[in-house]
């Protein structure tokens, strides 16, 4: 099986319960990890508290979940259908 993320990274943010990421690459050489937690909480806990990656602190930002929207129900006749 290949790995394609070095074992010391695969720890490191298994460590801070990432399910999943993404490295971007930019064309001015800078790269940016996109992750994606286990939990909010685990996120939280992230930005709150001081991450050190290879003596480097890394800085968290955090999107908002998605709001939960409720469908509209439609609009029922009043009058029951009789039937023919």
């Known amino acids: 099986m290949v790995s394609l993320v070095e074992s ?3 720890a490191f943010l298994s460590e801070l319960n990432i ?8 064309t001015d050489r800078k ?3 996109v ?3 286990e939990s909010w909480e685990h996120l939280h806990k992230c930005i ?3 991450t050190l990656w290879f003596g480097i602190n890394v800085s ?3 999107h ?3 709001s939960v929207t409720h469908k509209k129900k439609k609009k029922q006749d009043s009058t029951p259908n009789s039937a023919k």
């Open 48 to 50: 709150t508290s001081l």
């Open 35 to 37: 992750s994606y937690f």
């Open 60 to 62: 968290w930002c955090k």
């Open 64 to 66: 908002q979940p998605l």
């Open 19 to 26: 399910k999943i990421f993404k490295e971007i690459k930019f």
């Open 31 to 33: 790269q940016k990890i």
């Open 8 to 10: 010391q990274h695969e």
